[in-house]
């Protein structure tokens, strides 16, 4: 396993485990629909804020946070 952060970009992954538990950061998750399992494919990073452009399963695409990175862990 390793943090989401730490992939490169074209590569992909499925959520292992979360190291924040925070209610806030698993209330996010469920808005996202990721879950233990969810497929995460690093599209981009951008290196003026940190931030990193997933793809959520096949179809959504988001803009999150180094920090969001940093809490999940993929396989």
């Known amino acids: 396993t390793t943090l989401l952060s730490e992939l490169e970009s074209g590569k992909s ?3 292992a485990a979360v190291k924040d538990t925070s209610a806030v950061f ?13 497929r ?5 990073k ?5 931030s990193i452009v ?3 399963g096949k179809e959504e695409k988001k ?5 969001f990175a940093d809490s999940l862990l993929v396989e």
Not at 26 to 38: A, F, V, W
Not at 46 to 50: L, M, N, Q, R
């Open 63 to 67: 803009s999150v946070s180094r920090k």
């Open 40 to 44: 995460l494919k690093v599209l981009e």
């Open 26 to 38: 698993l209330q996010y998750l469920q808005q996202l629909s990721i879950g233990i399992g969810t």
């Open 13 to 15: 992954g499925k959520v």
């Open 54 to 56: 997933i793809l959520i």
């Open 46 to 50: 951008i290196p003026f804020d940190d």
